[in-house]
């Protein structure tokens, strides 16, 4: 059995209730006000946990305009500078403290993806319950190492990542003592399509690393989440938005409220019909039982008539012997004579 994580009050593995993390990422549009409201909306979809993001362009890049900081490649923000749109989309960190007890007042959980050792010293006296690594950092053997020695639960996201460099990065947590890792399959495209998500990963990925494994989801539905989940995903991280009207750097791969409320919704029900491994009658099924198959006589049969294929047949309703019988009554005789639409037993069979 795959050890759980904890997570605040939460036990977040195989076997629990998935838990959904709304991430707001860009989606506040530099607005506090705006960013609240989100916390608020996450809360009201079913969320459980609150992810940001904790750096500024100056921990993320240099300002430069030479041709490596500019973006390309077919993503959403191509021909951008990275330092401006990291301008652009981070959260101020003087928000982050308020908007943590703002998610604590609604009963979520609130933590954040570091990306330098500033921040992880930041979020620390935040005393978030948790850390997130985004899948770019994956790679940033440091800046895990230092995430590990706060002793808290690391969530590592895996897109682009083989399987050594997710080994390397595991080992550089256990290597620090801290072995409460889970692990998001992801697709680090903005947004990503259903036929680049390979979902059959995430099985894999928990029998290979015995580690808690869900997703970390860019397309832009609701479907592959719950796909996720029905193949053993037990996070599920989504980018959530007031609305994609309110253009962002994310806003295009967000789901509104209603939407994010709906994914839950389904991921609720997906949780609950996966059940366990289960053979025999279920409670509601029991009143159907008696719809099976029997053995009945369709013929009004005579005093020691003989039982044929015409006068005998395994028909609906079950209350007539089983059919794995018929071969024994074949060719034996009635004991007395018997009515049409009787069913079958054996104290109606002579079997001397």
């Not at 869900?214 to 996720?228: E, F, N, R």
Request: with cysteine.
């Amino acid at each position: 059995m795959i050890p759980a994580v904890s997570i605040g009050n939460r036990r977040v593995g195989a076997g629990e209730r998935v838990y959904v993390i709304a991430e707001v990422s860009a989606n506040h549009n530099q607005d506090y006000d705006q960013a609240v409201r989100i916390i608020h909306a996450a809360k009201e979809a079913g969320a459980d946990a609150i992810k940001l993001q904790t750096y500024t362009p100056d921990t993320m890049t240099i300002r430069s305009d030479r041709e490596y900081f500019k973006i390309g490649g077919g993503t959403l923000w191509d021909g951008r500078n990275l330092y401006e749109l990291y301008g652009e989309a981070y959260t101020p960190w003087e928000w982050q403290p308020k908007l943590k007890n703002a998610a604590g007042d609604l009963g979520l959980d609130l933590f954040s993806s570091p990306f330098d050792a500033t921040s992880v010293d930041f979020l620390e006296r935040m005393d978030v319950p948790a850390y997130k690594i985004a899948s770019f950092e994956l790679v940033d053997l440091p800046l895990i190492r230092k995430v590990a020695r706060t002793g808290k639960p690391i969530i590592m996201s895996t897109g682009m990542a083989n399987i050594e460099e997710i080994d390397e990065a595991l080992h550089a947590s256990y290597a620090e003592g801290n072995t409460q890792v889970a692990l998001l399959k992801c697709t680090s495209a903005y947004p990503a399509t259903a036929d680049e998500m390979n979902l059959r990963t995430i099985p894999e990925l928990a029998q290979r690393c015995g580690v808690p494994v869900g997703l970390s989801d860019h397309t832009t539905g609701i479907a592959v989440p719950v796909a996720a989940v029905a193949l053993g995903a037990c996070i599920i991280e989504k980018h959530i938005t007031l609305s994609r009207s309110r253009k962002g750097p994310d806003s295009a791969f967000s789901l509104e409220p209603h939407e994010f409320k709906a994914m839950v919704d389904a991921v609720r029900i997906a949780e609950r019909a996966l059940g366990h491994i289960y053979f025999g009658v279920s409670a509601t099924e029991e009143s159907s039982r008696v719809f099976r198959r029997s053995l009945f006589v369709v013929q009004d049969v005579k005093s020691g008539e003989a039982f044929t294929a015409s006068n005998i047949r395994s028909i609906r309703p079950g209350h007539g012997l089983h059919t794995r019988h018929l071969h024994q009554v074949l060719g034996r005789r009635a004991v007395h004579s018997i009515q049409r639409g009787t069913p079958l037993s054996w104290d109606l069979v002579d079997t001397k």
